[in-house]
Every structure is written in C-alpha cells, then in structure tokens.
C-alpha cells in the first residue's frame, strides 16, 4: 500500500496542526481583503453619488468625482478584488486538503 499525502497527515499530527494553522490564517486574511474591497468600492459608490449632488455650481467639486470614482475603482478596488479573491480561493484549498478522509 502506497502512502501519499492524505495518509500523511493523519500519521503526522504536526502537519495537520500546521493545516489548520494555515486554514485559519488564510481565512482571517480573507475575511480581512474582502472587507478591504468592500470598503473601497463603497467609497467609489459614494463619490460616483456625490457627483449628482453638485448641480450646476461652478465652484462644486462634484464634477471631478465622477473620474474620481472610477480612478479608485480601476487603481485600488481591482487590486483589492483580486487579493480578495486570492485569499479565497487559497482558503478553499488549504480547507479542502486538510479535510480530505484519508483511503
């Protein structure tokens, strides 16, 4: 009988250790860029309405926000989105090694 990882880690209790280590640190992360991203695209929302708020006043600042808005969408919430993502998705693959019943 061949042993590869899965039987690895249930003879190696310090693996599974560092695991579940790893899973609740990837998931604090992702918890942490997803309410990063969040932030950030709340805060393009709000200048993107702050543009309608300016009416006609020449000496409003609203009609920059508009720009503004999507300045901050494509430089920092694409970024943010991706780190969000990527803090996802290496949880799902630390969760799903660490829980997989060994044969």
Known sequence: MRCDDDCLMTNDPS????????????????????????????????????????????????PLAFPLSFLVLVVVGLPASFVCA????????????SRKPSE
């Open 15 to 62: 693996r599974a250790r560092r695991l579940a280590l790893l899973r609740w640190a990837l998931f604090a992360f992702a918890v942490l860029a997803s309410a990063a991203a969040t932030t950030v695209v709340g805060f393009a929302a709000y200048l993107f309405s702050q543009g309608y708020t300016g009416g006609g006043d020449p000496q409003s600042v609203a």
């Open 86 to 97: 990527g803090g996802w998705i290496g949880y799902v693959a630390v969760a799903r090694k």
